[in-house]
C-alpha cells in the first residue's frame, strides 16, 4: 500500500507561486491516478488536478492556466505548481492516490490519502 506525504505549503501573498510536493513511499505510484485536492473550513473537498498512468491531465476550471501538476516518477514524488495566488486558492492541499484503472477529480475514487498541507493566501 502507498503512503503520501505532503509539504511545500506556506502563506504568500496574492500573486505568489508555490510549489507543493507529495512524496509516496510502499508502492509505486506511476500505475496509479495521483491527484490534489482542497478543502477549505466549511466547504467540501474539491479536485484541483489529476494525472494518470500515461501523464494526462485534467484541472478544475478555476485553477487552469494557474496550476500545474506534474510528476516524477523516478522520485515517486507529485508535484503541483501553483502561479498566480488568489485569496480563494486558500485551503489545506491534499495528495491522493486513486483507482488504476480510471482517472478523474472525483473525491470518492480515491483511496489512499496525504494528511494536507496548508496554503495560505493573503490579499
Known amino acids: 500500500q502507498v503512503q503520501l506525504v505532503e509539504s511545500g505549503g506556506g502563506s504568500v501573498q496574492a500573486g505568489g507561486s508555490l510549489r507543493l510536493s507529495c512524496a509516496a513511499s510502499g508502492d509505486t505510484y506511476s500505475n496509479y491516478c495521483m491527484g490534489w485536492f ?15 498512468s500515461n501523464g494526462i491531465t485534467t484541472y478544475a476550471d478555476s485553477v487552469k492556466g494557474r496550476f500545474t501538476i506534474s510528476k516524477d516518477n523516478a522520485k515517486n514524488t507529485l508535484y503541483l505548481q501553483m502561479n498566480s495566488l488568489k485569496p480563494e486558492d486558500t485551503a489545506m492541499y491534499y495528495c491522493a492516490a486513486g483507482s488504476r484503472f480510471v482517472c478523474s477529480r472525483v473525491v470518492g475514487l480515491f483511496g489512499v490519502w496525504g494528511q494536507g498541507t496548508q496554503v495560505t493566501v493573503s490579499s
Do not use: L
Not at 38 to 52: F, L, M, W
Open 38 to 52: 482542497r478543502q477549505a473550513p466549511g466547504k467540501e473537498r474539491e479536485g484541483v488536478a489529476s494525472i494518470d
